[in-house]
């Protein structure tokens, strides 16, 4: 049984539609359609997993949610607990981005700071969970949410009917395995890339072995793209849908963060620059390419190193 179906994603786009933002596709001078998730509620596509997730097992979510996240997942969870009335407890790394955490715990969640990686908040998420009784919300590895995170798939082949490459940002997998599920559904002979850290390339290098692997560690500037290891539906999921995976170096990544504020006036943190440049790097810089921009909750010392990045 598949893990997710078309059918999953347009039933997710319906559910969530009265919460979030169906965001445009933008010309990037010179390069690829941008997919713009950064002007997305919360400044990422995170929110569209979240409300499918929550509204789906509502009943669940009653005595409140938690949930495991670098940053961008935990705002979207926040967010969503304080639309929905519940309250929301996120787990983010030690060494979370000061911006992110503020917008956390502006949307009224709790904040608990532990571990560097993914998967070491997502045991703690898991273990509070049962402590305090709460429904705990996964950042990627749940059909929910790669259906909910899918229909910005949807939104993409209906703007670019002829689209012909999707490059998708890849941490964890949940991005990246719905909207390829999405795309491959509605038009199977679209190619669609997996955009990743060349520090934290677990999914390329997991393809090369034909199974999951772990990393050791994840270094890259792209703090949501931090993952050690995909997601085991996720896994499954790109294993069947997706063409291929590219590794992106981080001064590469900052120079797509750069050439996108200058030449498209539009701010990308570094997990949502990866796709222009991974686009770039392949030279996709035709209009039936998109390049999914996913978040833009930059951290200003960040912003000025990309400032100062090469073309």
């Keep these: 049984m598949a893990v997710v179906t ?16 169906r965001t445009p596709l933008h010309p990037l001078g010179g390069g690829p359609l941008l997919k713009l998730e950064n ?9 569209r997993g979240a409300f499918n997730h929550v509204l789906a097992r509502r009943n669940e979510c009653e005595e409140g949610i938690i949930t495991a996240s670098s940053g961008n997942h935990g705002q979207a969870v926040a967010y969503v607990a304080k ?5 929301a407890v996120v787990i983010v790394p030690e060494n979370v981005i000061p911006s992110k955490a503020e917008a956390i715990v502006g949307h009224g969640a709790e904040l608990i700071r532990f571990g560097r990686y993914p998967e070491d908040r997502v045991v703690k998420a898991q273990e ?20 909910g995170q899918g229909t910005a798939g949807l939104e993409i082949v209906e703007d670019c009917p002829d689209v012909e490459t999707v490059v998708v940002p890849v941490s964890g997998g949940g991005l990246l395995s719905g909207i390829a599920a999405a795309v491959k559904s509605l038009r199977p002979e679209a190619r669609v890339i997996g955009a990743e850290p060349a520090g934290a390339d677990r999914f ?10 772990m990393l050791e560690r994840a270094e890259t500037v792209a703090d949501g793209l931090r ?5 085991r539906l996720t896994w499954e999921v790109a294993s069947e849908f997706v063409d291929e995976f590219c590794p992106v170096p981080d001064p590469a990544i900052l120079a797509a963060v750069r050439r996108v504020l200058l030449d498209a006036h539009l701010l990308l943190e570094p997990s949502g620059a990866i796709a222009v440049a991974a686009a770039l790097a392949a030279g996709l810089t035709d209009l039936a390419t998109v390049a999914v921009a996913s978040g833009g909750n930059i951290d200003p010392p960040i ?4 400032l100062q990045a090469n073309r």
């Design 6 to 21: 078309l059918d999953d994603i347009v039933a997710a786009r319906e559910r969530i539609a009265p919460f979030i933002r």
């Design 39 to 47: 002007l997305q509620i919360t400044g990422s596509f995170k929110v």
């Design 83 to 87: 639309t929905l009335g519940i309250r």
């Design 128 to 147: 509070l969970a049962e402590e305090r009784r709460l429904h705990y919300v996964p950042p990627y590895d749940d059909p929910l949410i790669i259906a």
């Design 204 to 213: 390329a290098r997991s393809r090369q072995a034909g199974k999951p692997v």
């Design 227 to 231: 993952a050690l290891s995909p997601g």
């Design 303 to 306: 912003l000025l190193q990309a």
